[in-house]
C-alpha cells in the first residue's frame, strides 16, 4: 500500500470535502468533527462523482404508537447524496441508509503529526 500526505489537518474543515486525484484514482476526504474520513469518488449504483453532492443531516420519520407519522426531523447522521441520482450515503460509515450492503469504497486514513495521510490501494 502506498501513502500519500494530501494536507495538514487544520486545512480540511467540517462539511467541506476535499477531492483529491491520485493517478487514476478520485478520493473524496472528509472532515466529521476531528475524525477524517475518504471514500473512492464513485457511486456504486453508475459510478457518478459522489463526493462532490451535497451533504445534509438525514431526514426521518417520526412514527407514533398508533403507527401514524408525527412529522419529520433531521437525525445527527450527516449524508453525501450523490449529484447523478440522489443515492445517499452516510459520511461516517460510507453505507446507504435503506440497503448497508450499498456502499461507498472506503480509503484508508492517518493522522500522524498533524498531517493528514491517505493509505492508496495497491
Same mark, same amino acid.
Not at 502506498?2 to 467540517?14: D, H, T
Not at 431526514?59 to 453525501?80: K, P, V, Y
Given at each position: 500500500?502506498? &501513502?500519500? &500526505? +494530501?494536507?495538514?489537518?487544520?486545512?480540511? *474543515?467540517?462539511d467541506s470535502p476535499r477531492v483529491v486525484a491520485v !493517478?487514476g484514482l478520485e478520493i473524496g476526504i472528509f472532515r /466529521? !468533527? &476531528?475524525?477524517? +474520513?475518504?471514500?473512492?469518488?464513485? #457511486?456504486?449504483?453508475?459510478?457518478?462523482?459522489? #463526493?462532490? @453532492?451535497?451533504?445534509?443531516?438525514? $431526514? *426521518? *420519520? /417520526?412514527?407514533?404508537?398508533?403507527? $401514524?407519522?408525527?412529522?419529520?426531523?433531521?437525525? &445527527? $447522521?450527516?449524508?453525501? +447524496? #450523490? %449529484?447523478?441520482? @440522489?443515492? *445517499?450515503?452516510?459520511?461516517?460509515? @460510507? #453505507?446507504?441508509? @435503506?440497503? %448497508?450492503?450499498?456502499? /461507498?469504497?472506503?480509503?484508508?486514513?492517518?493522522?500522524?503529526?498533524?498531517?493528514?495521510?491517505?493509505?492508496?490501494?495497491?
Open positions: 500500500m502506498a &501513502e500519500i &500526505e +494530501v494536507g495538514a489537518l487544520s486545512e480540511f *474543515e467540517q !493517478g /466529521l !468533527g &476531528e475524525k477524517i +474520513v475518504a471514500y473512492k469518488n464513485e #457511486c456504486p449504483h453508475y459510478g457518478g462523482p459522489v #463526493c462532490q @453532492g451535497h451533504i445534509f443531516n438525514q $431526514t *426521518e *420519520e /417520526l412514527i407514533g404508537a398508533d403507527g $401514524t407519522s408525527q412529522g419529520l426531523r433531521f437525525s &445527527e $447522521t450527516r449524508n453525501i +447524496v #450523490c %449529484p447523478w441520482h @440522489g443515492y *445517499e450515503f452516510s459520511l461516517d460509515t @460510507g #453505507c446507504h441508509p @435503506g440497503d %448497508p450492503s450499498v456502499r /461507498l469504497q472506503p480509503i484508508e486514513v492517518t493522522v500522524r503529526d498533524s498531517q493528514v495521510y491517505l493509505q492508496l490501494p495497491a
